[in-house]
C-alpha cells in the first residue's frame, strides 16, 4: 500500500507526527492563557469566553474534514486521484463558505454572544475586542482545517505536525511583542493576544497550501473550489457528519455531567478539571493510533484489499491498548504528584487520588472507542458509532453519573466510573460491529451516487 508519492505507509510513521500535532494544538489555548495570566486574571477571564467560542466554530468545521479525510483516503486506495482532487476542491469550497458565514456572526454578534454567555459587565470591552479579532482567523481556519485533514490522507502527517509547530511559535514570539510590549512596542493586553493569535493562524494556512501543493501535486484551482461538487460533498457528508454529532453530543453530556459536579462545591470542580487535563493527554495517545489507523484503512477498503483492512484494525487496537495501558499505569502512580504541581490544596488532592486508579479501568475502554470507531468510519460505516454513541452517552454516563455520583453520593469517584462503563459498553459494541462483517457493505461508499 502506497501513498500518491509511492511511500509505503505505517502505523508508527503517521502516528508520531500526529501525537505532537494534536499536543501542540492542546498547547495553542494554555500558551495564550498562560501567558496573559501573568499579566492580567480579568484578561484570562475574557480569554476563556472567546476561546470557548472559537472551539464551538472548530466544531462546526470539524465535520467537513473529517469527512473529506476518509473519502479522500478511500479514493486514493482505488487508485482515482482525480476523485481524491475533486474531494479536496469541494471540501475547501463548502468549509471556505461556512468559515464565512462564521467569522460575519461572531464579529457582528460579539457583544450578544458574550452577554448571553454571562461575562461580566467590567469585561465585556475585552471580552469583544478579543472576539472580533480572533473572529478574523475563522475563514483561514475553516479552510486550513481541510488542507491539514487532505494531507493526513495522502499520507504527510509529519509536514501538518510542522506548520502546527510554526503557528505556536509566531503567537508565542507575538505575544512577547504585542502583550508584553518588548522592543518598545505598546503593550496591548488580551487584543495583543488576539492580533498574535490571527497572525499565526494566517501564516499556518499560507505554508499548509504551499506544503499541500507541493507534497500531493494538487494544484489550487480557484475555479473549482468556489463551485463545489454536490455528488462529492453528498459522500464527505456521509461520514463526517455523524462524526460530528457524535462529537457534539459527547461535549454536551460531558457539560451535563461537569453540572453535576458543581453541586458537589468549588472543590470537586478543581479536582474534575485538573484530573481531565491528564485525561485529556492520556487520550492524545489512543486519539493518534486511531487516526494513523484510519489513514491506512481508508487506503486499504478503497483498495478492496478487505482481509487487510480487517487485520490492520486488530493490529492497532493490540498496540492502543499496550501503549494507553502503559501510560495509564504511569497516571496511577505518579497522577498525585503531577496534580500537586497545580495545586497544594489537600482536599482537592484528596479528590483526585482514587480517579487515577480508575484511570487504569477507563483509558482502554476509551482506546477501543478510538481505534475501532475511526476504523469503522474509515470504512463508510458512520452511521452506526453515532446512533449507539448517543443512546450510551445519555442513558448510561448521564444517568449513570447522576445516579452514582449524586443519588448514592459516591462523588466525584461515582460520576467518573459511569463515564468509565459508557466508555467500555460504546467500545465493545463497536468491536462487535466490526466483528460481524458488516462494515464491509459499507466500504462502497465512494460507488453512490
Given amino acids: 500500500m502506497h501513498t500518491q508519492s509511492d511511500k509505503p505507509l505505517s502505523l508508527f510513521s503517521l502516528t508520531w507526527p500526529l501525537f505532537?500535532?494534536?499536543?501542540?494544538h492542546f498547547l495553542t489555548a494554555a500558551l495564550n492563557t498562560f501567558m496573559i495570566s501573568h499579566?492580567?486574571?480579568?484578561?484570562?477571564?475574557?480569554?476563556?469566553?472567546?476561546?470557548?467560542?472559537?472551539?464551538?466554530?472548530?466544531?462546526?468545521?470539524?465535520?467537513?474534514?473529517?469527512?473529506?479525510?476518509?473519502?479522500?483516503?478511500?479514493?486514493?486506495?482505488?487508485?482515482?486521484?482525480?476523485?481524491?482532487?475533486?474531494?479536496?476542491?469541494?471540501?475547501?469550497?463548502?468549509n471556505l463558505g461556512v468559515g464565512v458565514v462564521a467569522a460575519i456572526g461572531v464579529i457582528s454578534g460579539a457583544s450578544t454572544i458574550l452577554y448571553l454567555m454571562n461575562l461580566p459587565e467590567h469585561l465585556l470591552a475585552d471580552g469583544k475586542l478579543y472576539l472580533q479579532i480572533v473572529g478574523l482567523c475563522l475563514i483561514p481556519e475553516a479552510m486550513a482545517m481541510c488542507v491539514a485533514g487532505a494531507m493526513r490522507a495522502h499520507g504527510h502527517t509529519q509536514q501538518a505536525m510542522w506548520v502546527t509547530l510554526a503557528m505556536n511559535l509566531i503567537t508565542f514570539v507575538g505575544n512577547l511583542l504585542l502583550l508584553y510590549g518588548w522592543f518598545g512596542l505598546p503593550e496591548m493586553g488580551v487584543a495583543g493576544v488576539a492580533i498574535s493569535t490571527v497572525i499565526g493562524r494566517l501564516v499556518g494556512m499560507t505554508i499548509m497550501l504551499v506544503l499541500f501543493v507541493r507534497y500531493t501535486g494538487?494544484?489550487?484551482?480557484?475555479?473549482?473550489?468556489?463551485?463545489?461538487?454536490?455528488?462529492?460533498l453528498k459522500k464527505v457528508f456521509h461520514i463526517?457528519?455523524?462524526?460530528?454529532?457524535?462529537?457534539?453530543?459527547?461535549?454536551?453530556?460531558?457539560?451535563?455531567?461537569?453540572?453535576?459536579?458543581?453541586?458537589?462545591?468549588?472543590?470537586?470542580?478543581?479536582?474534575?478539571?485538573?484530573?481531565?487535563?491528564?485525561?485529556?493527554?492520556?487520550?492524545?495517545?489512543?486519539?493518534?493510533?486511531?487516526?494513523?489507523?484510519?489513514?491506512?484503512?481508508?487506503?486499504?477498503?478503497?483498495?478492496?484489499?478487505?482481509?487487510?483492512?480487517e487485520a490492520q484494525m486488530y493490529r492497532a487496537l493490540k498496540i492502543g491498548l499496550v501503549v494507553t495501558t502503559l501510560v495509564a499505569a504511569f497516571a496511577a502512580m505518579w497522577g498525585d504528584d503531577l496534580v500537586a504541581w497545580f495545586t497544594d490544596e489537600t482536599d482537592v488532592l484528596a479528590l483526585v487520588g482514587p480517579l487515577f486508579i480508575l484511570t487504569l479501568f477507563?483509558?482502554?475502554?476509551?482506546?477501543?472507542?478510538?481505534?475501532?470507531?475511526?476504523?469503522?468510519?474509515?470504512?463508510?460505516?458512520?452511521?452506526?458509532?453515532?446512533?449507539?454513541?448517543?443512546?450510551?452517552?445519555?442513558?448510561?454516563?448521564?444517568?449513570?453519573?447522576y445516579y452514582l455520583g449524586v443519588h448514592l453520593e459516591y462523588g466525584l469517584l461515582g460520576i467518573w466510573a459511569a463515564l468509565a462503563l459508557d466508555e467500555w459498553l460504546r467500545g465493545l459494541a463497536m468491536l462487535w460491529r466490526w466483528r460481524s462483517g458488516r462494515w464491509q457493505s459499507k466500504s462502497l461508499v465512494l460507488e453512490s451516487a
Avoid at 493510533?289 to 483498495?303: D, F, P, Q, R
Fill in 240 to 309: 463526517g457528519l455523524p462524526a460530528a454529532g457524535e462529537n457534539l453530543s459527547w461535549m454536551l453530556q460531558f457539560l451535563v455531567v461537569t453540572s453535576f459536579v458543581g453541586l458537589m462545591g468549588d472543590k470537586a470542580l478543581a479536582a474534575q478539571s485538573l484530573y481531565f487535563q491528564i485525561c485529556m493527554f492520556i487520550l492524545l495517545f489512543g486519539l493518534s493510533i486511531g487516526i494513523g489507523n484510519e489513514i491506512i484503512i481508508g487506503h486499504l477498503v478503497g483498495a478492496k484489499q478487505i482481509k487487510a483492512a
Fill in 362 to 401: 477507563m483509558e482502554p475502554g476509551r482506546t477501543f472507542n478510538l481505534v475501532v470507531i475511526n476504523a469503522l468510519r474509515a470504512s463508510g460505516d458512520a452511521k452506526f458509532p453515532f446512533f449507539v454513541g448517543v443512546l450510551s452517552m445519555w442513558c448510561v454516563a448521564v444517568s449513570g453519573a
Fill in 20 to 24: 505532537f500535532d494534536f499536543a501542540l
Fill in 218 to 232: 494538487i494544484s489550487l484551482n480557484v475555479g473549482a473550489i468556489l463551485r463545489p461538487q454536490w455528488k462529492m
Fill in 39 to 94: 499579566v492580567s486574571y480579568q484578561g484570562v477571564a475574557a480569554l476563556s469566553v472567546g476561546n470557548m467560542v472559537f472551539e464551538l466554530s472548530i466544531t462546526l468545521f470539524s465535520f467537513v474534514s473529517i469527512g473529506a479525510s476518509v473519502v479522500i483516503t478511500q479514493y486514493l486506495g482505488a487508485k482515482n486521484k482525480a476523485g481524491a482532487r475533486d474531494v479536496v476542491y469541494s471540501a475547501i469550497g463548502f
